[in-house]
T-cell receptor, first 114, second 115 residues
Framework: DVKVTQSSRYLVKRTGEKVFLECVQDMDHENMFWYRQDPGLGLRLIYF???????EKGDIPEGYSVSREKKERFSLILESASTNQTSMYLC?????????????FGEGSRLTVL | AQSVAQPEDQVNVAEGNPLTVKCTYSVSGNPYLFWYVQYPNRGLQFLLKYITGDNLVKGSYGFEAEFNKSQTSFHLKKPSALVSDSALYFC?????????????FGSGTRLLVRP
């Protein structure tokens, strides 16, 4: 079965802390994505990656960075967490095929910044 | 720019009745279209997709969606709703001309099925 695993389901952090959100996929997918989900706004793309050590900015990259040192792992980093980064974070992966583009999602990481 | 609109924040329907969740899209080229479902405190699960061919697409759990190019719509439908269909539904689009493989999502529609 396809599996995207996000290491933390729930996190509570303080303003200014550095936060790491980890995502691992076991499908040998080249593409990986980080979205944030907020009520009424749907999912917004933060960053994505086509391959190891490659990254591209999405629609809302400010305040975030990413790391992809291995193909199966894509990390989202909040260098200095702020309260407006309280959100649900969703990791996804896909195989770069013309006929699919289907994303496989993890269970999400709900981050609260106090 | 690509965009997706889901005009209804919530859809209410009685169990056994047909349901429709609306989605319209805007892309510069031809679209790939997707529907996902999210149950409480869970990630998104894939329901169905339109790539090419037949405008009526059948997916998981008895759902189907109809691609209408002239109306730029991709409405999700089910002939007979179940209480267990209550969830948050997202429509998504990718422009075939966009090589990034990223999906643009709508704001989501909450479906509530009454017993």
């Amino acid at each position: 079965d396809v599996k995207v695993t996000q290491s933390s389901r729930y996190l509570v952090k303080r303003t200014g802390e550095k936060v790491f959100l980890e995502c691992v996929q076991d499908m040998d997918h080249e593409n990986m994505f980080w979205y944030r989900q907020d009520p009424g706004l749907g999912l917004r793309l933060i960053y994505f990656s086509y391959d190891v050590k490659m990254k591209e900015k999405g629609d809302i990259p400010e305040g975030y960075s990413v790391s992809r040192e291995k193909k199966e792992r894509f990390s989202l980093i909040l260098e200095s967490a702020s309260t407006n980064q309280t959100s649900m974070y969703l990791c996804a992966s896909s195989f770069p095929s013309e006929n699919t583009g289907e994303l496989f999602f993890g269970e999400g990481s709900r981050l609260t910044v106090l | 720019a690509q965009s997706v609109a889901q005009p209804e924040d919530q859809v209410n329907v009685a169990e056994g009745n047909p349901l429709t969740v609306k989605c319209t899209y805007s892309v510069s080229g031809n679209p790939y279209l997707f529907w996902y479902v999210q149950y409480p405190n869970r990630g998104l699960q894939f329901l169905l997709k339109y790539i090419t061919g037949d405008n009526l697409v059948k997916g998981s759990y008895g759902f189907e969606a109809e691609f209408n190019k002239s109306q730029t719509s991709f409405h999700l439908k089910k002939p007979s709703a179940l209480v267990s269909d209550s969830a948050l539904y997202f429509c998504a689009v990718r422009d075939r001309m966009d090589s990034s493989y990223k999906l643009i999502f709508g704001s989501g529609t909450r479906l509530l099925v009454r017993p």
